[in-house]
């Protein structure tokens, strides 16, 4: 359950869709988030989805969950320049909370 | 209200000093966090409180001192820091341990 990893970086041009990757090892999550920290800011939670979900919309947001690859997404649409920020996906699994090495994306006006 | 407030925002002290950082939350959750970031790296647990009850101590140095006066407020004394300690300081809160966390904007900690 500790090993949640992500892509350091990731650059995309204003109005594409953005895709922030996330792998974790640990099958028994229960839960799985994506949080934004902007510079100098607290962590934002941005959206969590169960872990017998594989899919979950939010407005500009969709999270998709492959159980069996362990492999966990963000997806980003009309990605605009206030969305800079690291994004750090997280798992919980029983009374612990891991987060993943965060992603650093910077949009291109 | 999804709000947890932290104050001090910046805090400078010597290795000598004694302070204190203070965390609010009204939401009625029962579980309360402290954290220490590194600049663009995650972070990393300290404390989790549950109930108003120490619940998870990360073998975190004793000059790290958390107390939990009631459901809605938690501190973190500091005594005798080192440079190294020196980070952001994030406090977060969830309805039960380990459900989703909402943090506060953190104190940033400088030790001279």
């Known amino acids: 359950g500790e090993d949640v990893e992500q892509s350091l970086f990731l650059s995309v041009r204003e109005g594409d869709s953005s895709v922030i990757n996330c792998t974790y090892t640990?099958?028994?999550?229960?839960?799985l988030y994506w949080y934004k920290q902007e510079p100098g800011a607290g962590l934002q939670l941005l959206t969590y989805?169960?872990?017998?979900?594989d899919m979950k919309q939010d407005q500009r947001l969709t999270v998709l969950l492959n159980k069996k690859d362990k492999h966990l997404s963000l997806r980003i649409a009309d990605t605009q320049t206030g969305d800079s920020a690291i994004y750090f996906c997280a798992e919980s699994i029983g009374n612990q909370f891991y987060f993943g090495t965060g992603t650093s994306l910077t949009v291109i006006p | 209200d999804t709000e947890v407030t932290q104050t001090p925002k910046h805090l400078v002290m010597g290795m000598t000093n004694k302070k204190s950082l203070k965390c609010e939350q009204h939401?009625?959750?029962?579980?309360m966090y402290w954290y220490k970031q590194k600049a663009k790296k995650p972070p990393e647990l300290m404390f989790v409180y549950s109930y108003e009850k120490l619940s998870i101590n990360e073998s975190v140095p004793s000059r790290f001192s958390p107390e939990c006066p009631n459901s809605s407020l938690l501190n973190l004394h500091l005594h005798a820091l080192q440079p190294e300690d020196s980070a952001l300081y994030l406090c977060a809160s969830s309805q039960e341990i380990h459900r989703e966390q909402y943090f506060g904007p953190g104190t940033r900690l400088t030790v001279t």
């Open positions: 989805i169960f872990s017998n979900m």
């Open positions: 939401m009625g959750h029962r579980a």
């Open positions: 640990d099958s028994s999550s229960t839960y």
